[in-house]
């Protein structure tokens, strides 16, 4: 054999190896991509509902000052139309 045959062996056996490597490689990082997902789900999973959760609160929380806030007028409301009928009747009893 001449020294090109030699040369054309060592680099297909040396291409075959590469891609024996190759497939372990991808198999290595999809292995490690899925690890990573594994971990990293929940804790999207869980901020994501964090952040619907809360933002369920603000809007439940401004609803509720809302209402505070006209209870509170018609309590005044009625406080006023009480005097006015407090007033009237002891004028007209009189």
């Not at 045959?5 to 899925?34: P, S, Y």
């Amino acid at each position: 054999m001449n020294e090109k045959d030699l040369i054309l062996n060592e680099v297909k056996e040396h291409q075959c190896q590469e891609n024996k490597m190759g497939w372990r490689f991808l198999l290595m990082t999809l292995l490690i991509f899925a690890i990573a997902w594994l971990l990293l789900f929940p804790k999207i999973y869980l901020q994501s509902q964090i952040y619907y959760k809360s933002r369920d609160i603000a809007v439940l929380t401004g609803e509720y000052n809302v209402l505070k806030e006209e209870n509170r007028i018609l309590k005044t409301k009625v406080e006023s139309i009480r005097f006015k009928n407090q007033v009237l009747d002891t004028m007209f009893d009189e």
